[in-house]
């Protein structure tokens, strides 16, 4: 049977319609079931996790377990398991999966322990701590990623996590003293009262150094009466606001 033009005109249209949902469907990351980001899960912890020296059980687990393309926004979840930091608004990114990973092995996770970590963000890192420790106790500055990190951590079930709005640099004194203190944004100089907070033979991490270019991942650990420190390497991390930027 001969096509007419008008069934031409349809038959380019319904295509064009269709190619355009596609599209759209793989921008929104919807296209993409569960089993798919698992699958990408696996890889990226065996590629950029193991693959890179992590070996701590208890932080793999973790990172199998979490999903990291949750806590980004869903036109960004096609690349929530590619190893680099992902733009989550007001300026902020969440991390490298790498770095999550690394910090949270150097710290010495056990399974007992309060954790406070220093810039919810996305909410991905304190996930991350809660799959693995007693306790997290997290603090945001940006009342915007505050509330969406709240919020997220109510609807996946996380029970264990305490979120504030407020400047990190002072901590969280009535639920001190902390076995870990985690701050995921970069300082010049550790904060006081955080070392303040931290429990004997506790452990802080820290990016410190330069706020603009790129700083050292330090690990400081509280002793009876001194401080050791060890520098990690080099990372780049978004610069802590409020008051540390005042000193």
Known sequence: MRETAYTAHIKKWSLTALLFLASMIVCQGVAFPDDIFDKRRQEMVEKDIKGRGVKDALVINAMLTVPRHLFVDESRQNKAYADHPLPI????TISQPYVVALMTEVVGLKGNERVL?????????AAILSAIVKEV??????????????TRFQRLGYRNIRTKHGDGYYGWESYAPFDVIMVTASANHIPPP???????GGRLII????TVFYQNLTLVTKEKN???IKELGGVTFVPMTGQAQKK
Request: glycine share 14%.
């Open 89 to 92: 608004g007001d300026g902020q």
């Open 117 to 125: 970590e220093i810039g919810t963000g996305s909410g991905y890192q």
């Open 137 to 150: 106790y997290t603090i945001e500055i940006k009342k915007s990623l505050y509330e969406t990190a709240k």
């Open 194 to 200: 955080l070392l303040a907070q931290l429990k004997a």
């Open 207 to 210: 990016p410190l150094g330069s």
């Open 226 to 228: 001194r401080y050791s």
